[in-house]
């Protein structure tokens, strides 16, 4: 079953915060967090699994509230590399398959 | 450079032609995958090899074909094509273990 993203947009300036947002109604073993900008492919940010275990490579933090099955990714001090849709992966039972949410669309304008 | 290929990049093609579309990985990832995309949406999951000989269908039905015969090869094969095919096709890879999806580039497919 497929996550559901919120907000759908969102616009911010540089250097403000953001938080967007990913729940599912199915229990969960991770959650996926993937950027995509125009024309390009999703590229890979964050996982964060069930147990409090977090692995990425970007200077973007988030958060997974395993009793609600809700997954929040905080961009802080956004910069302009931060445009791009947001795509939220969810993993039931440790198969390694995910189900993507329909994105969270973020500008950052100067 | 260990990346992952997919070709072509676009492709126009009549309806009711056979079209094989390309997916490369260098990484030597066991798992692979391939998702269809409509602009704007989110990704469907329609096939999926977890290595060599192993191929499942996901979870949008889709009337297209995969193999596996080596790990680093996972080609999609429709057999006659359809505009219902018209979408984005994007072929992914993963370790084993709890690690990210590397995305190829895509290919983007319009059937006329």
């Known amino acids: 079953q497929q996550p559901v993203q919120s907000p759908q947009a969102v616009i911010l300036r540089e250097g403000e915060d953001a938080v967007i947002n990913c729940s599912s109604s199915k229990a969960l073993y991770s959650v996926h967090w993937y950027r995509q900008k125009h024309g390009e492919a999703p590229v890979f940010l964050m996982i964060?699994?069930?147990?409090?275990e977090q692995k990425g490579h970007e200077k973007i933090s988030a958060s997974f509230n395993e009793k609600k099955q809700q997954s929040s990714l905080y961009l802080t001090a956004s910069q302009l590399s931060y445009s791009g849709t947001y795509f939220c992966g969810t993993e039931m039972g440790g198969n390694n398959r995910l189900a993507f949410g329909k994105g969270n669309q973020v500008v950052v304008i100067p | 450079e260990a990346d992952i290929y997919q070709t072509p990049r676009y492709l126009v093609i009549g309806t009711g032609k056979k079209i094989t579309l390309e997916c490369s990985q260098t990484m030597g990832h066991d798992k692979m995958y391939w998702y269809q995309q409509d602009p704007g949406m989110e990704l469907h999951l329609i096939h999926y090899s977890y290595g060599v000989n192993s191929t499942e269908k996901g979870d949008l039905s889709s009337e297209s074909t995969v193999s596996r015969i080596r790990t680093e090869h996972f080609p999609l094969t429709l057999e006659s094509a359809r505009p219902s095919h018209t979408s984005q096709y994007l072929c992914?890879?993963?370790?084993?273990?709890?690690?990210?999806?590397?995305f190829g580039s895509g290919t983007r497919l319009t059937v006329v």
């Open positions: 964060l699994l069930k147990g409090g």
């Open positions: 992914a890879s993963s370790a084993a273990g709890d690690y990210g999806y590397t």
